[in-house]
């Protein structure tokens, strides 16, 4: 039998749900001593915008509108979906701090004891690349442009490496040839003293490790970058 989705599909009872967890959310985020303090300011107000522009469309089906109008307002249930989904995975469906009476106050599924599936990230690391001197770069990764140094999403247990030197730009991550996990941030990369003053080449991926590395998960790739060594 199929599960139940969450995500209420009529759009007045879509609205109820989509602006309480809204609203929870940013309670337990507010005040000197929040509760929840994995999720980013930046999530918040991304959250709270998509809610915005969701309500923006179905308020003007409230009254007689046109088809187009309508029309508008599935478009954008639809896309604020997605957006609202991704929020649940990334932040409230399995993270430590949200409780069962949590999700349950939000209309969020609620876990059967069995063990947490591996849920990957949807973005590749930021990250910017240091030079430590004597053949040494250092790589300092974070969890999006704003996320602090050495921030992971949840769930996520270090960060995978790759790597190589090359004479000519790398043009596609599967290009470098070496890779180093990296659960430190910055992360030091050392080269061979023949390769000072060449350039280096870089490429990122968010990995999750659980049982002994039986069960695996990984982002998408991070841009790459390039640095000289020193």
């Not at 307002?73 to 993270?95: D, E, G, I, M, P």
């Not at 390769?195 to 490790?209: H, M, S, V």
Request: glycine share 8%; aromatic share 10%.
């Amino acid at each position: 039998m199929k599960a139940r989705d969450y995500v209420p599909s009529a759009a007045a009872k879509y609205d109820v749900f989509f602006k309480n967890l809204t609203q929870y959310v940013a309670a337990k985020c507010a005040g000197q001593s929040p509760a929840w303090t994995h999720i980013p300011q930046g999530a918040l107000t991304a959250l709270a915008g998509v809610y915005a522009d969701w309500y923006t469309a179905y308020a003007v089906t409230l009254k007689p509108c046109t088809s187009q109008e309508k029309a508008e307002k599935r478009r954008v249930q639809k896309s604020s979906a997605r957006a609202l989904r991704t929020f649940v995975n990334v932040y409230l469906r399995f993270h430590p701090d949200v409780t069962d009476e949590d999700r349950e106050n939000m209309g969020l599924p609620v876990s059967d004891g069995r063990r947490t599936p591996v849920v990957a990230p949807e973005d590749g690391p930021d990250y910017e690349i240091v030079q430590f001197g004597n053949g040494r770069l250092g790589i300092v990764y974070r969890n999006g442009s704003k996320g602090k140094k050495g921030s992971r999403p949840p769930g996520v247990t270090g960060a995978r490496i790759y790597y190589g030197v090359f004479d000519k730009p790398v043009t596609r991550q599967k290009q470098l040839p070496a890779s180093v996990w990296a659960t430190r941030c910055p992360h030091s990369v050392t080269f061979r003293e023949s390769d000072r003053g060449a350039r280096a080449y870089f490429a990122l991926k968010w990995e999750i490790q659980k049982g002994n590395n039986k069960e695996k998960g990984e982002s998408p790739w991070s841009e790459i970058q390039s640095e000289i060594i020193p």
